[in-house]
């Protein structure tokens, strides 16, 4: 089995554009994809992020650590929540990425974790 990590993107425009109700019914949608996912045996962990605005970004390469408020890039979009699965192969993940995207009615990046480097 391999861990995919299905990213939810969007920007602050695109959540702004959405009314109350439809907020709700999209929280409801993912709640039940939620299930689906923990009753498949297939769940690692899921959650939302706050707004990019709460970032902090801490660059340790130097002599002292260097703090940053606001996130890294500077892009329109952002990732707005995520599941980790655990599932056999890319095709697997994809079904569900496609699930999950029509649950919270966004678009879901699809990536592999790395494999754990094996031991000699």
Avoid at 49 to 78: N, Q
Avoid at 107 to 118: D, L, N
Wanted: aromatic share 10%; charged share 25%.
């Amino acid at each position: 089995m391999t861990q995919y990590l299905l990213a939810v993107h969007g920007s602050d425009e695109d959540y702004a554009a959405i009314d109350p109700e439809t907020m709700q019914q999209m929280f409801e949608e993912t709640d039940r994809f939620n299930d689906k996912v923990r009753e498949a045996g297939i769940w690692v962990f899921a959650g939302g992020l706050e707004s990019p605005g709460t970032a902090t970004v801490v660059d340790g390469t130097g002599d002292a650590p260097v703090m940053t408020d606001g996130p890294y890039l500077e892009t329109k979009e952002h990732i707005g929540g995520f599941w980790i699965i655990d599932v056999p192969d890319l095709d697997e993940a994809l079904r569900w990425a496609a699930e999950g995207s029509k649950a919270c009615q966004g678009k879901v990046e699809v990536r592999p974790f790395q494999a754990e480097p094996s031991e000699a």
